[in-house]
């Protein structure tokens, strides 16, 4: 199995910019896509972005797209999420989650335990 532990979170206002961390242990991280998801007051929890086992392929939900990047690490089993411009639609408890990615396909098989980003006005 794979230890996700996710760090970075904290309050930030409007504008402002974070960067979130994910550690990675157990087996290596490298053989599994990897995403963050976000958990916000609605019941879903939401995919943010991902990005695919050899860091080549990356992928957005349009509303953070052109704001957040994603990259890995992947000699170091670190996933990281640059938050930038945010907003207070972005405050959510984040997670970070290893995966097969099959095409359009995402399987999420390991989560983190999440670190929450709360954008004030």
């Known amino acids: 199995q794979v230890h996700l532990e996710e760090s970075g979170g904290g309050l930030v206002q409007i504008g402002g910019s974070l960067r979130l961390s994910c550690t990675a242990s157990g087996r290596a991280s490298e053989n599994y896509a990897m995403a963050w998801y976000r958990q916000g007051p609605g019941p879903e929890r939401e995919f943010v972005a991902g990005i695919s086992r050899s860091g080549t392929d990356t992928f957005y939900e349009d509303s953070v797209k052109g704001r957040f990047i994603i990259s890995r690490d992947i000699a170091r089993n670190m996933l990281y999420l640059q938050m930038n411009d945010l907003r207070p639609e972005d405050t959510a408890l984040y997670y970070c989650?290893?995966?097969?990615?099959?095409?359009?396909?995402?399987?999420?098989?390991?989560w983190g335990q999440g670190t929450q980003v709360t954008v004030s006005s």
């Open positions: 989650t290893a995966g097969e990615l099959n095409g359009p396909v995402y399987r999420e098989d390991y």
